[in-house]
């Protein structure tokens, strides 16, 4: 059973950083493209960063210079570092391989950015 559980969110004031972790288990990790996601109230989910399989990062335009993006496929665990953070930001974060797999869908972590 494939389990994505993602940790780090929290409230944090504009223009501060937060570390997003994501936590995979169930999959042959390091064989996937992984991504992460987030999802505004009313609106749909976007992707935010993918991660190649070798560790290369690319990024939405919204995020691209202020948030970084990485994995660790020994221990089956990818992360998101955001800096200077927008009110925009806010939103439920998630992981998922690159395309998503609806059942792999997690909880998400919440994160809000207040002025």
């Known amino acids: 059973q494939v389990q994505l559980v993602e940790s780090g969110g929290g409230l944090v004031q504009t223009g501060g950083s937060l570390r997003l972790s994501c936590a995979a288990s169930?999959?042959?990790?390091?064989?996937?493209?992984v991504g992460w996601y987030r999802q505004a109230p009313g609106k749909q989910r976007e992707w935010v960063a993918i991660?190649?399989?070798?560790?290369?990062?690319n990024f939405a335009d919204s995020v691209k210079g202020r948030f970084t993006a990485s994995r660790d496929n020994a221990k089956n665990m990818m992360y998101l570092q955001m800096n200077s953070l927008k009110l925009d930001d806010t939103s439920v974060y998630y992981c998922?391989?690159?395309?998503?797999?609806?059942?792999?869908w997690g909880k998400g972590t919440q994160v809000t950015v207040s002025s």
């Open positions: 998922n391989i690159v395309p998503p797999v609806s059942g792999y």
């Open positions: 169930g999959i042959t990790f390091r064989s996937y493209n």
């Open positions: 991660i190649t399989r070798s560790g290369n990062a």
